[in-house]
Protein backbone atom coordinates (compact mmCIF):
# COMPACT_ATOMS: atom_id res chain seq x y z
CA UNK A 1 0.00 0.00 0.00
CA UNK A 2 1.48 3.56 -1.01
CA UNK A 3 -0.06 6.39 0.57
CA UNK A 4 -0.24 9.73 -1.12
CA UNK A 5 -1.83 13.42 0.08
CA UNK A 6 -1.71 14.92 2.93
CA UNK A 7 -4.70 15.09 5.78
CA UNK A 8 -6.33 17.92 3.95
CA UNK A 9 -7.53 15.19 1.44
CA UNK A 10 -8.80 12.22 3.36
CA UNK A 11 -12.01 11.63 4.42
CA UNK A 12 -13.13 8.54 6.76
CA UNK A 13 -16.86 6.75 6.36
CA UNK A 14 -18.33 3.76 7.61
CA UNK A 15 -21.17 1.42 6.62
CA UNK A 16 -22.64 0.25 10.08
CA UNK A 17 -25.95 -0.85 8.40
CA UNK A 18 -25.87 -4.59 8.83
CA UNK A 19 -21.94 -4.44 8.94
CA UNK A 20 -19.79 -6.92 11.28
CA UNK A 21 -18.51 -4.80 13.99
CA UNK A 22 -15.16 -4.86 15.54
CA UNK A 23 -15.75 -6.31 19.39
CA UNK A 24 -15.68 -3.63 21.67
CA UNK A 25 -18.02 -1.40 18.83
CA UNK A 26 -21.48 -1.15 19.38
CA UNK A 27 -22.10 1.35 16.80
CA UNK A 28 -21.27 4.76 15.30
CA UNK A 29 -21.57 6.36 19.25
CA UNK A 30 -18.24 4.44 19.58
CA UNK A 31 -16.55 5.98 16.29
CA UNK A 32 -14.60 8.97 17.74
CA UNK A 33 -13.08 7.06 20.41
CA UNK A 34 -11.73 4.53 17.79
CA UNK A 35 -11.25 6.73 15.22
CA UNK A 36 -10.62 10.40 16.69
CA UNK A 37 -7.99 8.52 19.74
CA UNK A 38 -6.51 6.57 17.07
CA UNK A 39 -5.67 9.40 14.98
CA UNK A 40 -4.22 11.73 18.29
CA UNK A 41 -2.50 8.96 19.61
CA UNK A 42 -0.79 8.53 15.99
CA UNK A 43 0.45 11.96 16.60
CA UNK A 44 -2.24 13.36 14.33
CA UNK A 45 -2.92 17.24 15.29
CA UNK A 46 -5.88 18.56 15.98
CA UNK A 47 -6.82 20.53 12.63
CA UNK A 48 -5.73 17.59 11.02
CA UNK A 49 -8.04 15.12 12.89
CA UNK A 50 -10.86 17.85 12.34
CA UNK A 51 -10.02 17.53 8.20
CA UNK A 52 -9.89 13.80 8.37
CA UNK A 53 -13.38 13.34 10.56
CA UNK A 54 -15.76 16.02 8.58
CA UNK A 55 -14.36 19.17 7.47
CA UNK A 56 -12.73 17.84 3.98
CA UNK A 57 -16.22 16.40 2.98
CA UNK A 58 -18.35 19.63 4.04
CA UNK A 59 -15.62 21.70 1.98
CA UNK A 60 -15.80 19.40 -0.98
CA UNK A 61 -19.51 19.48 -0.59
CA UNK A 62 -19.40 23.42 -0.82
CA UNK A 63 -17.27 23.65 -3.82
CA UNK A 64 -19.50 21.36 -6.05
CA UNK A 65 -22.28 23.08 -5.03
Do not use: H, Y
Not at 7 to 21: C, E, P, Q
Not at 27 to 47: A, I, M, Q
Amino acid sequence: CQVTGTASTVGIGSDMDGAALAPGIRGVEDWSRVVVDGLTKSGFSDEAIADIAGRNLLRLFGEIR
